[in-house]
């Protein structure tokens, strides 16, 4: 019933998509435990029945050894050696055996019977046995058994003795021995062990069945769970609590995607609501400008004013699609760079030349040292680089400082460092920096267009060369922003 209901929610959901049901893992781990115990019953009732026809066989030749012995003796110690006599001890040996009921049959090389056990069967003939064997070449497998006319299982065993009535050749002692109580016993052991295999078979399947529905509620708890998130749900959790390991760690590993689900979601409504509310700003001054444009006549140097205001607004939300765009391609996992082999100095002191008239007309000096490799994608350093000293310039006063500072951490890593002697970042500020459109400051007057993206960007650039980015920051001192770039693959 439950996973009727499962079925028949999700083909509610996605119609198109659901595959056919083929089978259900309970009842497949039900059958496969079924089968796994009544293998080994059987195993183990076979060995066992294995076991008994071996000790009833082993008990017959013992037994019919025993007593062809017992007549050789019989027919070598007594000292009357006549035909009467020696039917008397066969008669009487036959008979101390009553509960094992066998006939025995002297017989002479020429086929004559010398004695035989009174009431012999007449199909019992000498045609029904073999050949004569020795009596000490006897074994578990000497003789044969045959079924006879009258429905009975006989032993038969043929063997040369030694004659006291005619010492110049041997005789022929045959040993015919009725075996059909043990045929029966067999038959019923083979009833009783099909019926126990078949009782143990039908517990197999109810506990199978049980111990897999009882294991597989884990999974019940997940697929209900799953069921119940959506968008407005996202903070739905299973929780696992004295589950099996391996179902523990899916649950945990869902959690944990709910969690990462989550985190995204909210990522994308907070970025969705910062780019909308950035966009908003330009668009509503653009309008209001044209607005005022067209209602109220203005001269040639007004309009050209209002121009040139609007161009800096579509330069901005420009810059700010492009940085998006920029953001989404190094947020994709399968996006590529091109590293190279690069002196990393090299790239400080173009970026010092590229910043240093900007920099002088505030009244900013900016210092480069240190040297190393990188190995690193040439175009996207610039940019993250660019970020930072932009931010730089743009918080730190006249008369300061920033410092571009190159060195090889240890022999896997080089760091790039951006050191400012700026008005610093809040503590409580610091931890947000990184995020998309986070301004511990934001300014929205015109010609100060800053969309908060710069450190986004430089973390992302940093994350497709696996790299990292660390910010100190103290108020009224400055901000220091370290950036560390694998060398795993550097030449020499």
């Given at each position: 019933?439950?996973?009727?209901?499962?079925?028949?929610?999700?083909?509610?959901?996605?119609?198109?998509?659901?595959?056919?049901?083929?089978?259900?893992?309970?009842?497949?781990?039900?059958?496969?435990?079924?089968?796994?115990?009544?293998?080994?019953?059987l195993l183990a009732l076979a060995i066992v029945h294995w076991s008994l026809d071996t000790h009833l066989h082993g008990s017959t030749t013992g037994f019919l050894s025993d007593e062809i012995r017992e007549l050789q003796e019989v027919l070598h110690e007594d000292a009357h050696h006549t035909k009467p006599h020696l039917q008397e001890e066969v008669s009487h040996e036959v008979t101390s055996h009553w509960s094992t009921p066998y006939y025995v049959r002297l017989l002479r090389p020429n086929g004559d019977v010398v004695v035989e056990t009174p009431g012999i069967p007449q199909f019992l003939t000498s045609a029904v046995f073999l050949a004569p064997i020795e009596i000490?070449?006897?074994?578990?497998?000497?003789?044969?058994?045959?079924?006879?006319?009258?429905?009975?299982?006989?032993?038969?065993?043929?063997?040369?003795?030694?004659?006291?009535?005619?010492?110049?050749?041997?005789?022929?002692?045959?040993?015919?021995?009725?075996?059909?109580?043990?045929?029966r016993i067999m038959a019923n052991h083979r009833l009783q062990l099909g019926g126990l295999l078949l009782a143990g078979l039908l517990v197999s399947a109810g506990v199978g069945a049980m111990v897999a529905y009882t294991?597989?509620?884990?999974?019940?708890?997940?697929t209900l769970a799953a069921q119940r998130i959506t968008s407005q749900r996202l903070d739905e959790r299973i929780a696992p609590s004295k589950w099996p390991r391996e179902l523990m760690l899916l649950a945990s590993a869902?959690?944990?995607?709910?969690?990462?689900?989550?985190?995204?979601?909210?990522?994308?409504?907070?970025?969705?609501?910062?780019?909308?509310?950035e966009l908003r700003r330009p668009l509503q001054r653009l309008k209001g400008e044209a607005e005022t444009a067209l209602t109220h006549p203005a001269q040639l140097d007004d309009y050209q004013h209002i121009l040139g205001t609007s161009l800096e607004e579509y330069e901005h939300m420009a810059n700010t699609i492009d940085d998006l765009l920029f953001l989404a391609r190094t947020a994709n996992p399968r996006h590529e760079i091109a590293p190279e082999h690069l002196e990393g100095q090299g790239i400080l002191y173009a970026m010092q030349s590229y910043f240093e008239a900007l920099a002088e007309e505030q009244g900013i000096e900016i210092i480069c040292e240190?040297?190393?490799?990188?190995?690193?994608?040439?175009?996207?350093?610039?940019?993250?680089?660019?970020?930072?000293?932009?931010?730089?310039?743009?918080y730190t006063p006249p008369q300061g400082t920033i410092t571009l500072a190159l060195y090889e951490t240890s022999e896997s890593a080089t760091e790039i460092s951006v050191r400012d002697t700026g008005c610093g970042i809040a503590p409580d500020h610091l931890p947000h920096v990184l995020n998309r459109f986070y301004q511990a400051t934001p300014t929205h007057t015109p010609g100060q267009h800053h969309s908060g993206l710069g450190l986004a960007i430089v973390q992302s650039i940093m994350n497709v060369h696996d790299g990292q980015v660390n910010i100190e920051s103290t108020l009224g001192t400055g901000t220091t922003v370290r950036l560390t770039f694998?060398?795993?693959?550097?030449?020499?």
């Open positions: 019933m439950f996973l009727k209901r499962v079925e028949t929610q999700v083909a509610e959901r996605h119609p198109y998509n659901i595959p056919s049901p083929s089978w259900s893992l309970t009842t497949l781990l039900a059958i496969l435990t079924t089968l796994a115990a009544g293998g080994i019953l000490n070449a006897l074994t578990s497998t000497s003789g044969t058994k045959r079924h006879l006319p009258d429905g009975d299982l006989y032993r038969l065993i043929n063997v040369l003795v030694d004659s006291p009535l005619d010492k110049q050749h041997r005789w022929h002692l045959q040993v015919a021995l009725d075996v059909s109580a043990h045929k294991s597989l509620r884990p999974l019940r708890a997940i869902f959690d944990t995607m709910l969690d990462q689900l989550e985190d995204a979601f909210n990522r994308l409504s907070q970025f969705a609501g910062d780019l909308a509310h240190g040297k190393g490799r990188l190995y690193a994608d040439p175009t996207l350093v610039r940019r993250a680089l660019s970020n930072l000293l932009s931010n730089a310039i743009r694998p060398r795993g693959d550097i030449e020499p």
